[in-house]
C-alpha cells in the first residue's frame, strides 16, 4: 500500500510550477477549468461546486487560499483547516485533477498563469467577480454554481458555537 502522504502529492502543484504544468496540459490538447476557494471545513456544498467544475473540462485545477490570505480576508482566527490538511482533502477528491494554493486574498495572479478555459465561481460572486474581466481578456467562460441553502462554512462554525454554548449551559 502507497503512503498517503506521497500519494496525495501527486496531485498538488506548488504556484512557482502551476504555468508549466497549464502549458503541458494544453500542448497535451485537453482543456482546463479551475475553481478557487478556503474550503475550510468542506461540506456538500463545496463538493457540488467542485463537482460541476470537473464536468466542464478535461482536467480541474482547485486552488485554495493559503492561510495567511484567509486570515486576512476572512478572520484573523481562520483557517479552521491549515493549507496542508486542506491540500489533502482536495487532492483524495476522485474529480480534482490538481490542487495548488495562492497568498493573495483573491486568485487573479494565479489564473493569469493558467489561464483556464472555464473558471467556476460561487452564484454569490456574480456581481462581483474580480476574476471575470480576467478571464474574459483571453478568451475563457465563466461559470457560475447556485448555492445550496444552509450550507456554508461560516453557517456550520456558528452552530458548533451554539451547540458549545448550550453545552455549557446545561
Known sequence: MKEWQSEYKKKVIDPSGVQEA?????ASGKTIATLN???????SGHLQSIYEASQLADILIVALNSDSSIKRYKDPSRPIITLEHRLQMIAALDWVDFATWFDETDPRRLLEKIKPDVHVNGIEWK??????????SYGGKMHYVPLISGLSTTQIVNNIANLYDQAKVN
Open 127 to 136: 456581481n462581483n467577480c474580480v476574476e471575470e474581466a480576467l478571464v474574459a
Open 22 to 26: 497549464a502549458e503541458s496540459i494544453r
Open 37 to 43: 476557494g478556503s474550503f475550510d471545513l468542506l461540506h
